[in-house]
């Protein structure tokens, strides 16, 4: 696996007329081209196609605010996305677009910087990341086999 480039930020936020992810998290515009193209819908297939292999998971990395992060990834690779995302919490790795994480670990000396984004995306190495708040494990596991279902409908 290798370092992240490519992350997609994200808010959980329910959107009408929608359904699947797309219902559950509004994704961030990003501005390079890199996130167009039909990224996000290529790395999302390949999730769905090897939905047997991923795990929802709870890790000991915790918010400012003491709340665990949550890690959708393959049971195979969660000891190297572990790593990535300990990176991403210290700032440690460059990415194509800046996001705000870091700050959901340490408060920003920024006041103006508060984080709006929850949700995060590697779109190249296939894995998602959160803060679980209220009800959003079950909206995310939910919202996964609803894709899941559909996808298995279009095949």
Not at 15 to 37: L, Q, V
Not at 57 to 84: A, H, R, W
């Amino acid at each position: 696996m290798k370092d992240s480039w490519l992350i997609q930020r994200g808010v959980f936020k329910t959107r009408e007329n929608k359904t699947g992810i797309d219902h559950i998290i509004t994704f961030d515009y990003m501005g390079s081209a890199e996130f167009e193209f039909g990224a996000l819908p290529a790395s999302f297939e390949r999730i769905i196609s090897d939905y047997d292999k991923y795990e929802l998971f709870m890790t000991d990395i915790k918010s400012m605010y003491n709340v665990p992060l949550m890690v959708y990834c393959k049971t195979e690779d969660k000891g190297d996305v572990l790593q990535i995302i300990k990176k991403l919490s210290t700032d440690s790795i460059r990415l194509k677009e800046w996001i705000t994480f870091q700050y959901k670990i340490t408060k920003s000396e920024y006041s103006w910087n508060e984080p709006k984004e929850n949700f995060w995306w590697d779109i190249e190495n296939d894995f998602m990341f959160f803060f679980p708040a209220n009800d959003r494990v079950q909206l995310f596991k939910n919202a996964l086999e609803e894709n899941v279902k559909k996808f298995k409908e279009r095949e």
